[in-house]
């Protein structure tokens, strides 16, 4: 991909003819962030995490399970997040590059460090 800003205007403009071409026709290309260091969700899998509560379950525990998922959303690792009607416990999907990452940050999850809730991690191909 050619850098935009770094020509005449006609290069910028046939760049940036290339660059949307691109976009259109490698949906997946990996677009470079102002920090290289962080990878972007298309190059990561998911990974679906099952929380059910435990006999020891502390709903002291629920407000830094939040404090959790909010941190998981802002560092972009965090699809969807949602508790069981019935009250059994819940779900979320995030993003890592392996199972045993994302089986190391779910169980970082306050509701499995505190024993209230049985935490699996499944890979899962969602379409």
């Excluded at 290339?18 to 899998?45: A, C, G, S």
């Excluded at 940050?105 to 509701?111: I, K, S, V």
């Amino acid at each position: 991909m050619s850098n935009l800003g770094e020509g005449t205007v006609g290069q910028n403009h046939a760049a940036l003819r290339t660059h949307e071409q691109d976009i259109r026709t490698k949906p997946f290309t990996r677009i470079r962030t102002y920090n290289p260091n962080v990878l972007l969700k298309h190059d990561m899998t998911c990974y679906l995490v099952m929380v059910m509560r435990t006999a020891q379950f502390q709903a002291s525990a629920i407000a830094p399970h939040q404090a959790f998922l909010e941190t998981l959303r802002q560092n972009g690792q965090l699809e969807l997040a949602g508790p069981f009607t019935d009250k059994s416990g819940g779900a979320y999907v995030i993003r890592a590059e392996n199972l045993a990452a994302a089986q190391a940050l779910a169980f970082t999850d306050p509701l499995h460090t505190t024993q209230s809730s049985l935490v699996t991690v499944y890979e899962w191909s969602a379409s």
